[in-house]
């Protein structure tokens, strides 16, 4: 991939939008007509009851599901015909935490981080420490909390270099701390010039957050 | 952010990365390792016991016992190629890795046949001693099993990439399965029986070379394309 030329937007397109997306599930209509865009540096907010399809949305725009119909465009391309490249610039945390429970959180972080970006031992072990795991980083995931697992999956966020982040409920089962690290984790990538696509029924406090209401 | 693609790791580290990963799964959960193994050496060491321990009826059916045992073990251990993974999670990062998906589900098949198929393979000369396989048929049973059991992981990851979304699979996996591994089985059986008969055997394994040749290429493709369809 020595053409960096998907990195510069045709048109100052947005480096996400979604057109016109229709999808039903089951026989049950989740949504249709659904627009947005979102642009580096700014956050979107999916709310709605349960069962309102915000999980389904979210597998959709990762394109982990494709029963859906309308267009998604990554920085001005479809997204279909830039899908490696999309796949480096994504970081998706699902509600199922992508977290092997007999392997230490080291080990699932090596594999998990080192899919999508070189990393060195110490940065691991940095971005465990930073995520409140030291002192754990060597025991197996089956004798950790809920939290801590959740905790793992967060510390890909602190070794990414994808610029979107779309993250399912990453707040349900961390502790009050946690949770004030990862807005401030949200926060610092927004900065930075990422962008982040979240389901969550926590109030989020971030610059440039939009919300969007399913259902 | 313009780092992403300077700092994107190859596909090989990929691959590397999701084998090591595999094996040491499996090397703590030692389960899919005695398993699939114990098995295969209980199934063949009763039919001595059920059938006769004579030693000229026991070559007769010698290589097919072992094939057989092959068969169902390699069946039994397929369910956990990508079952846990489904289930916490993993399976959805590999599919949204930025690499061909091809080659981590060929890494993932590879460190699956380390882990059930070669100890079997490794084990096989001693069961079939057991079993009075004729002496000049041991290497042709070796080589065999070294080609075949690999082809029914790939065949077997095929089921398992389609059915990994349901909840009990029960004997779908088999149904699947038996059909396309049938002829492994039979060429298989063929080559160590045409050579404990002084007959040569480089036919039947230049088959079973062929057929894992076309499963190595074609069911990682498969298996990917099934794994989408099931995580969707």
């Known amino acids: 991939m020595t053409d960096t030329s998907f990195q510069h937007t045709p048109d100052n397109s947005p480096l996400f939008e979604v057109c016109n997306l229709r999808c039903e599930r089951d026989e049950r209509l989740l949504f249709s007509a659904l627009s947005f865009a979102i642009n580096p540096g700014s956050a979107l907010q999916i709310a709605g009851s349960n069962g309102s399809g915000k999980t389904t949305l979210l597998r959709i725009i990762c394109g982990l599901n494709d029963g859906f119909e309308g267009q998604i465009r990554w920085r001005g391309f479809d997204r279909s015909e830039q899908s490696e490249a999309f796949a480096a610039d994504l970081l998706y945390l699902g509600h199922r935490v992508g977290v092997n429970k007999v392997l230490s959180p080291l080990e699932n972080l090596r594999w998990s981080a080192g899919l999508q970006v070189k990393v060195s031992e110490a940065e691991l072990m940095k971005a465990l420490s930073d995520v409140g795991l030291r002192g754990f980083e060597e025991s197996p995931c089956y004798t950790l909390s809920a939290g801590q697992q959740q905790r793992v999956s967060l510390a890909r966020l602190r070794l990414s270099p994808a610029t979107l982040w779309v993250l399912d409920e990453p707040f349900t089962t961390l502790d009050v701390d946690a949770v004030a690290r990862l807005e401030q984790t949200l926060a610092d990538h927004a900065e930075k010039g990422g962008a982040v696509i979240v389901t969550t029924h926590h109030k989020l406090e971030l610059p440039k957050l939009q919300r969007l209401t399913l259902g | ?232």
């Open chain 2, 1 to 232: 952010m313009d780092s992403t693609a300077l700092n994107k790791p190859s596909t090989w580290s990929a691959f590397a990365l999701t084998l090591k990963r595999d094996l040491l799964i499996a090397f703590k959960r030692k389960n899919d390792i005695v398993n699939p193994f114990m098995f295969f050496v209980i199934v063949v060491s009763l039919f001595p016991l059920a059938i006769s321990p004579e030693p000229t009826k026991l070559a007769e059916i010698a290589a097919g016992v072992i094939w057989i045992a092959v068969l169902l073990s390699a069946m039994l251990s397929m369910d956990s190629l990508f079952r846990a993974d489904f289930e916490d999670g993993s399976l959805e990062m590999l599919l949204l890795s930025p690499h061909p998906l091809f080659f981590l589900v060929l890494a993932k098949n590879i460190a699956h046949w380390i882990v059930s198929g070669l100890p079997v393979v490794i084990a096989s000369p001693l069961l079939a001693y057991m079993l009075k396989l004729p002496g000049d048929s041991y290497l042709t049973l070796l080589l065999s099993l070294l080609i075949g059991t690999p082809t029914l992981s790939l065949i077997g990851s095929i089921a398992v990439a389609l059915t990994v979304g349901l909840g009990s699979r029960g004997l779908i996996l088999a149904v699947i399965t038996l059909p396309f591994s049938v002829p492994v089985l039979i060429f298989g059986t063929l080559a160590v029986q045409s050579s404990a008969a002084g007959l040569p055997a480089g036919g039947y394994l230049a088959l079973m070379l062929a057929i894992l040749a076309g499963s190595l290429s074609l069911a990682p493709l498969t298996s990917a394309a099934a794994l989408r369809i099931s995580v969707s």
